[in-house]
């Protein structure tokens, strides 16, 4: 977004913290963790607490319909902070800026990914889909 500023164009960039896992597993108060993987790779293990939200529908729910995304999601606040990992740090970088332009006001990328969350001996878990 620009804005006029003493007859100077000033360009305001989102602001996108990198966190590694280490750092992030150390938060008291952590931010909203998602996973931006497929449900596949996401259900072979992840964070704990982590809500699976995949790149794609982020994508498409933030540029062409809101309805690509779950309700979850749609009912939060800007103002919530919102950290995304993903398998290796090429897809959440990508999230994490989506979300910024979005409007998110306070955005953090987990930087490894789930690859050095596992590296850093952090834990993880299993869910396995109900039928």
């Known amino acids: 977004m620009a804005k006029l500023t003493h007859s100077k164009?000033?360009?305001?960039?989102?602001?996108?913290?990198?966190?590694?896992?280490?750092e992030f597993?150390?938060?008291p108060n952590p931010p909203l963790l998602i996973d931006v993987r497929s449900s596949l790779e996401y259900?072979?293990?992840?964070?704990?607490?982590?809500?699976?939200l995949?790149?794609?529908?982020?994508?498409?729910?933030l540029s062409l319909t809101q309805w690509f995304l779950p309700r979850w999601f749609r009912e939060l606040s800007k103002e919530q902070?919102?950290?995304?990992?993903?398998?290796?740090?090429?897809?959440?970088?990508?999230?994490?800026k989506k979300l910024a332009?979005?409007?998110f006001t306070t955005v953090y990328n987990i930087t490894?990914?789930?690859?050095?969350?596992?590296?850093?001996?952090?834990?993880?878990?299993?869910?396995?889909?109900?039928?």
């Open 9 to 22: 164009l000033v360009h305001s960039e989102p602001t996108i913290t990198d966190l590694s896992p280490t």
């Open 81 to 96: 902070p919102i950290a995304v990992i993903c398998l290796t740090a090429h897809r959440s970088p990508i999230a994490a």
């Open 43 to 52: 259900f072979t293990g992840h964070v704990p607490n982590a809500r699976n």
């Open 101 to 103: 332009d979005a409007g």
């Open 112 to 131: 490894g990914g789930m690859m050095e969350w596992r590296r850093s001996g952090l834990k993880t878990e299993l869910k396995t889909q109900k039928n």
């Open 25 to 27: 597993a150390q938060l």
């Open 54 to 61: 995949s790149l794609p529908r982020i994508l498409m729910g």
